[in-house]
């Protein structure tokens, strides 16, 4: 399939996706692209991935109709950390899987121009049944919507999304969902194209503003403090506490039932 451009409605680079029908994953091959030179702005889709995976090395399912697609960050010394990304991903994301899921019929038409919150007009906000779960996961009505895993290529960061637009899994060990079971599947294309200008944006942001209007985006968005968590850490150990916020480098504050803190830079997270 050819190339389309994407013309951002504010300042930036032409964003370019590329799609496939079928790979084994987009993040791989965006991996190889960016060792060869890729520029920013790049974004690759694929109809269906062979061997998708998601954090930890998880298979993930892709059936066709929902969203498979990574694009790349070249990094610059003056940067944030690159981890922060992350939390960059995930807002840009919740933004994105909100309009759709307020304005469902408006993606019924591939041709259309992606929506954009400034076309939505002045009552666009957070849409309540969207939350992020940190880092990056979002859940619609406490089930996983999507997933995002972040690969490091040399100098560059490759993004990988995963949304469920037409389908879910069913037996995970946690809930999960789809935009499809609650009103409509979006064209995965529209909904990329959308994504891909709410990205440029906030990427902006993160580089001229700082992680801080990154970060309080992302808390605007998420489980409300004092909400109750486990995370499970990569030496095998688990910790239960509270939602406390996030550190100014983005990591997940846990109080625990003795009045400690804990910070956790990796780990699962899961709602209790």
Do not use: C
């Not at 560059?156 to 469920?164: C, D, K, M, T």
């Not at 995970?172 to 440029?200: C, I, N, V």
């Not at 993160?206 to 209007?213: F, I, K, T």
């Amino acid at each position: 399939m050819p190339d389309r451009l994407v013309e951002p409605r504010r300042e930036g680079a032409v964003l370019t996706i590329r799609t496939v029908a079928e790979t084994g994953s987009t993040n791989a091959d965006l991996a190889d692209l960016a060792r060869a030179g890729a520029v920013e702005g790049l974004w690759l889709r694929a109809e269906r991935q062979t061997a998708g995976k998601g954090r930890q090395g998880r298979a993930w399912e892709s059936p066709p109709g929902n969203l498979y697609a990574s694009t790349l960050v070249r990094l610059y010394p003056t940067d944030p950390q690159a981890a922060t990304l992350a939390l960059v991903a995930a807002v840009a994301l919740a933004e994105t899987a909100s309009l759709f899921l307020r304005h469902p019929g408006e993606s019924r038409d591939p041709g259309s121009r992606a929506m954009h919150p400034a076309t939505l007009g002045p009552g666009f906000r957070r849409d309540d049944e969207i939350m992020i779960k940190w880092p990056n996961d979002l859940l619609l009505d406490g089930a996983k919507l999507s997933g995002i895993l972040l690969e490091r290529a040399d100098d560059a960061v490759i993004i990988g999304f995963g949304v469920n637009l037409a389908h879910h899994p069913e037996a995970l060990d946690r809930p999960a969902t789809s935009l499809a079971a609650h009103g409509h599947a979006p064209d995965p294309q529209l909904f990329l194209e959308t994504l891909a200008e709410s990205f440029a944006r906030w990427l902006s942001k993160w580089r001229g503003e700082g992680l801080g209007a990154i970060r309080d985006q992302w808390l605007a968005r998420a489980h409300p403090p004092g909400t109750a968590l486990t995370a499970r850490l990569a030496d095998g150990t688990s910790l239960d506490g509270l939602f406390e916020g996030l550190t100014g480098d983005g990591a997940l504050i846990l109080r625990l039932a003795d009045g400690a803190h804990r910070v956790i830079h990796a780990g699962d997270v899961f709602l209790l």
